[in-house]
């Protein structure tokens, strides 16, 4: 047995002094709430909407590109015509807030709104006699949309002239919006630019007095969800391809202006709020109802994975939003900023007489290109100082003008066709 240890010896001073660990603690305080970041960019103003023009004083001619540089580009943001075009789609948006589609019928609605949509009805029977070719498996666009853009070119004089416009000027006008809102006849693909076409055709039918002011609830609500199922139409039979796909970081392949009017429609909504989106039970019982829950609910059944987080990462990131009043914001700032500032969704848009670019633009002719049905490239105009012209290049989302992008529709609709009646539906990406 060890003898005891002998510590009398040892200087009480030598000894170390227990440290109050107290003293050393941190103090336990309240966590201070982060702070949002906020948006430095102001929410765009809807502005006054101008009085139609006298049209007996506007010498109409087909509508060719004029934002051919970004100082033409420069030139239109300054200009009365980018004001125009911001009170109007802002005007469709401000005039459905809280208001769901179910709440305007088309008894509610002007002559001049039904027969706008009975001249949709018109191009959806045109569809259907229009038939897809036999490609075999290919995702890429059919040619037989073309069939179905030359049988529309044909019809649409007539289709105007129900609503009151029978000059074969103003019909050529008129109508090149029109045709262009279903797509691009040489490179088969559709976009935003084709989406906004649709918009300023009905621009164009309000500067002729065709429609007014107080249809905008009507052709929100009605025209344009007729539109957008019109196009689901189009894009499933002939394989539309993106328009510079954004891929998985844009909101949506094809449409942006769903989003807009949708989150208008739900600003104030009582108990829908934006995480709603990942709720199939919502989305399918309130989808028809919101432009913005059924465009989700169509971006979910067209793409082969399930879960916004992987097909729409910038849908699922805007979902965490505390209320539709902040997405209402964002989507102004992102259509000024991603659609009227962007070149290269701006380059492809047509100037005419009822909505006219300003002195200084350049001109098509002036510079030998070809026009915008027959430019088989979908990159960047851009005309340097030594005349050059350069069509190829990327964009702030890193698309490539010279790559063709399958259509998620057609992938789909492929994918329906393999699996047959039995299939399993989407698959899942694994852990998700």
């Known amino acids: 047995m060890p003898a005891p240890t002998d510590t009398s010896s040892v200087p009480s001073n030598s000894i170390p002094a227990i440290p109050n660990l107290r003293d050393r603690l941190p103090k336990l305080e309240p966590r201070r709430r982060r702070q949002e970041s906020s948006n430095s960019l102001p929410i765009p103003e809807t ?20 934002i051919l540089s970004k100082e033409d580009h420069d030139l239109f943001l300054s200009s009365p015509t980018y004001n125009l075009l911001l009170s109007f789609v802002f005007g469709l948006a401000d005039a459905v807030v809280d208001t769901p589609v179910s709440a ?52 649409h004089p007539l289709w105007h002239n129900q609503l ?6 103003v019909i050529s006008e008129v109508s090149t919006y029109l045709l262009q809102a279903f797509g691009n006849r040489t490179r088969i693909d559709y976009g935003s630019g084709h989406e906004l076409n649709f918009i300023v055709w009905l621009l164009c039918l309000y500067q002729l007095g065709v429609v007014k002011a107080n249809d905008f609830r009507g052709l929100t609500l009605l025209v344009f969800t007729r539109y ?17 796909s ?15 009017f949708g989150a208008s429609q739900l600003l104030h909504h009582p108990f829908i709020r934006p995480l709603a989106i990942h709720q199939n039970l919502i989305l399918e019982e309130y989808g028809k109802d919101y432009m913005y829950l059924g465009q989700v609910n169509f971006v979910n059944s067209v793409k082969n994975v399930e879960g916004l987080r992987w097909h729409s990462p910038m849908l699922d990131d805007i979902s965490a939003a505390k209320n539709w009043e902040k997405i209402e914001g964002g989507m102004r700032r992102m259509f000024v900023a991603e659609v009227l500032k962007k070149l290269p969704v ?7 007489s009822l909505v006219p670019a300003v002195d ?18 979908g990159g960047e105009v851009v005309v340097m100082q030594d005349g050059m012209r350069h069509v190829h290049s990327n964009n702030s989302w890193g698309d490539c003008c010279g790559i063709k992008v399958p259509s998620s529709i057609a992938a789909a609709q492929e994918m329906r066709k393999r699996m047959g009646a039995s299939g399993q539906g989407l698959r899942r990406i694994p852990f998700d």
């Open 47 to 66: 502005p006054k909407l101008p009085v139609p023009p006298d049209s007996s004083t506007l010498k109409f001619r087909t509508p060719t590109r004029r």
């Open 104 to 155: 305007v019928a088309r008894g509610d609605v002007s002559p001049a709104v039904n027969t706008i949509l009975d001249i949709l009805d018109k191009v959806d029977d045109t569809v259907d006699r229009s038939p897809p070719e036999d490609q075999g498996d290919s995702r890429f666009g059919n040619k037989g949309f073309r069939d179905f853009l030359d049988l529309a070119a044909e019809e």
């Open 164 to 169: 009151g416009i029978t000059s074969p000027e």
């Open 228 to 244: 957008l199922t019109l196009m689901r139409h189009i894009q499933s039979t002939y394989y539309l391809e993106p328009a510079g």
């Open 246 to 260: 954004h891929g998985v970081w844009g909101l949506d392949d094809y449409q942006f202006l769903p989003f807009l």
């Open 346 to 352: 701006m380059q492809h848009f047509l100037f005419g």
């Open 360 to 377: 200084g633009m350049s001109k098509e002719e002036d510079l030998d290109l070809p026009s915008e049905e027959m430019e088989d490239e």
